[in-house]
């Protein structure tokens, strides 16, 4: 599949995967491919949520999605992108690279 500009290849886990409660926001989307970041995280459980912390040494499995603008707007609102999670480019463990909400280190 050949992407306009306009979208962004985002690697989604926890409430955004396929059948979780907040999918509805990505329902939408081309689903793209099934996905693994690099052994350089680690997921922390956050009550009902999960969240992405850099500088570990596990790799995180999720969903790679198609957004557009419009979609892309919601999810940095849910996430609260820049203030709470930030959306950055990570490579996955196949080489490709894809966006997503990562934590910051002090939570």
């Known amino acids: 599949m050949i992407l306009g500009t306009e979208y962004k290849k985002i690697f989604v886990y926890g409430t955004l995967l396929k059948g979780e409660h907040n999918h509805y926001l990505i ?3 081309a689903f793209l491919f099934y996905g ?16 992405m912390v850099e500088g570990g040494n596990d790799s ?3 969903e790679v ?3 557009n603008p419009d979609d892309l707007k919601k999810l940095d609102e849910l996430e609260g ?3 709470w999670y930030l959306r950055k480019k990570i490579q996955l463990e196949n080489g490709e690279e894809v966006e ?8």
């Open 27 to 29: 329902e939408d989307s």
């Open 36 to 51: 693994k970041t690099k052994k350089q995280y680690t997921l922390y459980c956050l009550e009902s949520f999960p969240g």
């Open 60 to 62: 995180v499995s999720g």
């Open 65 to 67: 999605y198609a957004v």
């Open 81 to 83: 992108h820049p203030d």
């Open 100 to 107: 997503t909400y990562i934590l910051p280190e002090s939570i």
